[in-house]
């Protein structure tokens, strides 16, 4: 188990680098660059939303991007059970498959990220995750949805999945995927992505230890840079714990 770690750990050393060295440049140049999504959102945001209703019976593959963007934006101000169920349609009655993506990976977390989900919201969208009638391709796609909005209340959902999970692989695959992805939000999940890397719950998940140190390697925090080579530099692999807790205290 200790040498997945040192080996996943290794070859991530140099992305922690660069992704270190690129915040420090972003700061020195005035503030960091807008993440791809957010870009997507403020392109939204200064459409004309008449074009909203062209998405109505058309394929997204046959619409313009301003179209697309256009609709996106009005449904990511419609109330979450209402965004919810247009990506269930786009799926099972329309057919259309970058539709579908599009709803769940873009607007659904965009909305989320915007404005907090309700605790009913949060229950219905694990439900919905949870369901064995679900199609594949949605279940997949609303995990993938709770890492993106980077919220404290949808990553706590992925780590509850991420504890029940374990006798289904492919779903727990994509579960720590996006646990993983919470690296991109910068620092702010640094302490989860941390403890995650600590907890002996995940000494036999090879597959969350080493999506675990990649989002710790993403974030860039520089607590989790130096626990990055503290065990890449053991000699065994294995970071001993007085080690940790003489740095940080121990896990939070």
């Not at 915007?114 to 064995?132: G, M, S, V």
């Amino acid at each position: 188990m200790e040498i997945i770690r040192l080996f996943s750990i290794s070859i991530l050393l140099s992305t922690a680098c660069l992704v270190r060295a690129d915040t420090v440049f972003s700061s020195t140049a005035g503030g960091v660059a807008p993440s791809p999504a957010q870009a997507r959102a403020e392109s939204s945001s200064q459409i004309n939303a008449s074009g909203a209703s062209a998405a109505t019976g058309r394929k997204f593959e046959k619409m313009a991007e301003s179209e697309i963007q256009d609709f996106r934006t009005q449904l990511e101000k419609q109330p979450f059970p209402t965004i919810l169920q247009a990506g269930i349609d786009a799926d099972r009655l329309e057919h259309d498959e970058r539709k579908t993506s599009d709803i769940f990976l873009v607007a659904l977390p965009e909305a989320m990220k915007k404005r907090p989900p309700d605790q009913a919201f949060l229950e219905q969208l694990k439900a919905a995750i949870t369901n064995k009638d679900t199609p594949e391709v949605e279940r997949d796609s609303l995990i993938a949805a709770l890492g993106r909005a980077q919220r404290e209340e949808t990553a706590a959902i992925l780590l509850e999945l991420a504890a029940t999970t374990r006798s289904d692989p492919n779903m727990h695959y994509d579960v720590v995927n996006a646990i993983g992805e919470l690296g991109q939000a910068g620092e702010k999940f640094t302490p989860l992505l941390e403890n995650q890397w600590f907890s002996p719950d995940n000494d036999h998940d090879q597959r969350m230890l080493y999506r675990v140190a990649r989002g710790m390697a993403e974030a860039g925090g520089l607590s989790s840079i130096e626990l990055l080579l503290d065990a890449a530099l053991a000699p065994d692999g294995n970071l001993p714990l007085a080690v940790w807790n003489r740095k940080s205290g121990g896990p939070r």
